[in-house]
């Protein structure tokens, strides 16, 4: 190639890999699969390490910088960076607007007033600086005069552009945004830190404020961090839009990521609505927020608004109730779950904290109350986000108490005293009773009626337990035996409730090989697991009599399943249990096996399918993969072919990248389905 000829390439290259990038990350629409963009990126590599001379630092090649630095330098902000006043409460708010439109004198009381909102991220606060298009410097808020320059680290951040886009941007323009670590990017990374024995990570803000502050920018390329910008410092050489929101767009135009939930409401019912909308939606963002942010939309009247101290007039943060609080650990005791894996809880002195009051949270395990060095008597951190179980999440060890004891594994069942075992490996202790135990009994049953098992109406938690500490049900074929008049004569049960129960355990007779499958509670046959043994093996007799190599040959199926699969079935109780529920009426349409792949152009391949789609169900997902000849598993392998992924994946993914499995989002996968 002439020399000519290869700078052009090399440009046009960088062109087309920022283009991708912008597209894959800031608009979230990738053009091209991930292959494409790789052998691009390769290609450009290649054509760098050839010739070095043509590398410039802002290459999309250059994310990386060579050598970690000693130090951090200072860096002073031009122009201030301030922080945001805080409400607490809607009167709180209803204060800070009301300010607003006094000091802007409305007529109207400000009810149309426009607000731009958007979710305050949980996270680290940044200026990144464009100067002439190209990333020049990158700094943290610090004391909000002077930062820390944290260049060779926001360069190895992928939504960070180090190129604007287009032309027509400022010769000097300085963003501020959030640089977060998604929720989970940060289960990942401390699923792993925790199995290599690391230290992990405490929240996302502290994993994304720790990973900026790495000397050596190798390690922050290797934590999932991400951006949102919103808002601008020093800008020269352009005007920007009128409004904020406009700002905001423009800057997306530029290439720059901004927060895909932010709006624009009116008036202070606008700001209300909008708060109650992303409180309600707060669990199944990919990100964690503690709050919104509302700012006056009209540049104009921001800068009549002005600023009060450290912080500006037409802008709040409107929080949400404190998802982490300290409280004292009055104790420790173990729950016994369905397969009698003993999780230690925390009884604590109430608090109140993620808008309830919490009196009870999950150490986990013996290895994480290890870890933590949790001790009774000593002040804790409780963390409750969203709806999930509280956890407590570190301890305060320079309040430790004299007399703090340590939390001890019993030795025998607190529920029906057999011997507890904790196997080779393993982080989780056992009770070894079984179904003996009342504790498994009754979470065997739940799971047995549970809605995507035999899915029987009306038998909750609290019925269970009932009948079985009254020893009327053992497993789950007394469900069957069950009738009206003794159901009816139960404590908080009607006639009717009754009838109802009767007739939900009468329709929930009839069912699928599959549902029934999973309603056993084999340990480590989820949904997909038992879909797969259903479909390969086609009725339960060959199940029953299948070698542990015969279960391995199922796609879904390795060592440990096949022989968790296999002592199930060769305990004699079980047996029994599941002949009595045959002879109770439970029934099944039989299929013929499918030992090998079904036809159709998706036949051999394996999907594994995790996050919530937008425009499918789950279900809907699977029934269209099979009807291609593909098969659906649980678990993600080296041998698995695509991972879907939509809204809220999970460790899936991030296993599926570290393994190298294709992995499609929702609009690939649906290009996939339409070409084959
Ligand atoms: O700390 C902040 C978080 C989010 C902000 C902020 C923000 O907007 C969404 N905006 C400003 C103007 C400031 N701090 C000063």
Known sequence: MAASDVVEKVESLR????????RYH??????????????????????????????TPDSPTQRVGAKPIKAFGTIEHRLPMLSLDNAFSEEELRDFHRRVVDRLELEDGGE???????????????SLLYVNGALQQGATRGDGTRGEDITHNVRTIDAVPLRLIGSDYPETLEVRGEVFMPKAGFEAYNKRARETGEKTFVNPRNAAAGSLRQLDPQLTAERPLDIYV????????????????????????????????RGVVNGIDGCLAYYEDVAARRASLSYEIDGVVYKVNSRAEQRELGFVSRAPRWAIAHKFPAQEELTVLKGVEFQVGRTGALTPVARLAPVFVGGVTVSNATLHNMDEVNRKDVRIGDTVIVRRAGDVIPEVVSVIKDRRPKGARKVKLPAKCPVCGSAVVREEGEAVARCTGGLYCSAQRVEALKHFVSRRAM??????????EQLVSIERIKTPAGIFALEKDELASLERMGEKSAQNLIDAIEKSKDTTLA?????LGIREVGEATAASLAAHFGGLDSIMSASEEDLLS?????????????????????????SRLQDAGVQWQESEPRSAPKDGPLAGKT???????????RDEAKDRIQALGGKVIGSVSKKTDYVIFGEKAGSKLSKAQQLGVETLDETQFEALLEHT
């Open 455 to 464: 899915d029987i109406d009306g038998l909750g938690a609290k019925l269970i």
């Open 230 to 261: 919103y808002s601008v410092g020093v800008v020269d050489g352009r005007e920007l839009p009128d409004s904020h929101s406009e700002v905001l767009d423009q800057l997306q135009e530029w290439g720059l990521k901004t927060c895909p939930e």
């Open 112 to 126: 149309q007033l426009p607000y731009a909102a958007e979710p305050k991220l949980d996270g680290a606060a940044v």
């Open 554 to 578: 199922v796609a879904d199926v390795g060592p440990v399943v096949a022989s968790r699969i296999r002592a199930f079935l060769d305990e004699s109780h079980n047996r029994e249990v599941i």
């Open 26 to 55: 800031v608009l979230d629409a990738p053009e091209i699969p991930d292959v494409e963009y790789d052998r691009l990126v390769r290609e450009l590599q290649a054509l760098e390490a050839k010739y070095p001379e043509l590398v």
């Open 607 to 617: 999907f594994v399918l995790t996050g919530t789609l937008a425009a499918m169900t």
């Open 15 to 22: 062109e087309q890999i920022r283009h991708h990038n912008y």
């Open 515 to 519: 549902r029934f499958l999973y309603s």
